[in-house]
């Protein structure tokens, strides 16, 4: 029995450049360059992409910059690797898309609007054309981080929000099957500490937190599992 692999269309990122590649060759090059002036005033447009691990997928996210007013317009937009248009939206004039959270997992785009102050954010994910938000605006201060378990089913987030006159940080997690979630008060003011915070969750929504040499695993439920100490 004879099995035939095919492959199809996939796009590779290299820079900002994107490459389409059939049947090992290149059929198509996407240049986004840095920026592009588009009138007398300094403003330009600047054009960043991002391609999914599986290479079937990618995103590009726009922005119009005006001199030193910061960014007046941003868009996001969704394509497969055959350069069909999933989905495209461009922020209100209040927001802007941020370009460090967002991005494209295989056939699963994310995505996160902030204020023009870098907070209030905003997080939505589009599967099959069809945007679901799981952070609204003025859930959370802030999003540092967020990460996808393989199988697009489950999201951890590293977020904050003021408690007790301070910035504290909280994890929290979404489950995309359900549409439950459930949030983690962390018992260490991470940004008073100037340390980070590592994210990683798996195909079972088991979540891993990673604070200095402190690994705290959670249920998908949120139920605290077990917590260690690695040494470096």
């Known amino acids: 029995m004879i099995f035939l692999l095919v492959l199809g269309t996939l796009v ?22 840095g920026s592009t002036g588009i009138d007398s005033l300094e403003a330009r447009t600047v054009r960043r992409g991002k391609v999914s691990d599986d290479n ?13 007013d910061g960014i007046s317009n941003s868009k996001v937009s969704f394509y497969d690797s055959d350069k069909t248009l999933i989905w495209e939206e461009t922020a209100t004039e209040s927001r802007i898309v941020s370009y460090e959270l967002s991005g494209v997992h295989n056939a699963l785009l994310y995505g996160t609007t902030l204020d023009q102050h870098g907070s209030n954010p905003a997080f939505f994910v589009v599967t099959d054309s069809t945007k679901s938000v799981l952070i609204n605006e ?15 089913e489950y999201l951890v987030f590293h977020v904050r929000n003021p408690y007790n006159y301070k910035m504290w940080d909280y994890i929290y997690f979404y489950d995309l099957n359900t549409s439950s979630a459930w949030d983690y008060l962390f018992p260490v003011c991470v940004s008073c500490k100037r340390a980070r915070i590592d994210l990683n969750v798996d195909n079972d929504g088991r979540a891993e937190v990673v604070y200095k040499t402190e690994h705290r ?9 077990d917590l260690f100490f690695k040494l470096p």
């Open 12 to 33: 590779f990122q290299n820079g900002d450049t994107l490459q389409f590649v059939d049947d090992g060759d290149i059929v198509d090059i996407m240049i986004l360059d």
């Open 56 to 68: 079937r997928f990618f995103s590009i996210h726009e922005e119009v910059r005006e001199g030193s």
């Open 138 to 152: 003025g859930d959370w201060e802030q999003v540092i981080d967020v990460k996808i378990s393989p199988n697009g």
């Open 217 to 225: 695993i959670f249920s998908k439920f949120g139920a605290l599992e």
